[in-house]
């Protein structure tokens, strides 16, 4: 079972950014695919940005230009750096990774809010 753990979540205005980091149990080079998923109230789950094991990324459109995700394996981290955060960048922030397909694992979320 692979455990994930986020942070860096908070309160920002808006134009400001934030860094989030998700720590992995198991080394991040055996998940195929890892990426960041956000929830605003009201709204369903969306993916905001992915990295698979090969290295390629991916963006939701609304966040092209303004968010990066990386990751450093020798860390087992994945990050999201996250620039000229808008109010609606405001959400619940989750990491997510695959293995094998079939093998998902969430992390709890950390909360990001974007002041106007």
């Known amino acids: 079972q692979v455990q994930l753990v986020e942070s860096g979540g908070g309160l920002v205005q808006a134009g400001g950014s934030l860094r989030l980091s998700c720590a992995s149990s198991?080394?991040?080079?055996?998940?195929?695919?890892m990426g960041w998923y956000r929830q605003a109230p009201g709204k369903q789950r969306e993916l905001v940005a992915s990295?698979?094991?090969?290295?390629?990324?991916n963006y939701a459109d609304s966040v092209k230009g303004r968010f990066t995700v990386s990751r450093v394996n020798a860390q087992k981290t994945v990050y999201l750096q996250m620039r000229s955060l808008k109010p609606e960048d405001t959400a619940v922030y989750y990491c997510?990774?695959?293995?094998?397909?079939?093998?998902?694992?969430w992390g709890q979320g950390t909360q990001v809010t974007v002041s106007s």
């Open positions: 997510y990774a695959r293995r094998f397909v079939t093998n998902i694992y």
């Open positions: 198991e080394p991040i080079s055996s998940l195929d695919f």
């Open positions: 990295i698979t094991s090969g290295g390629t990324i």
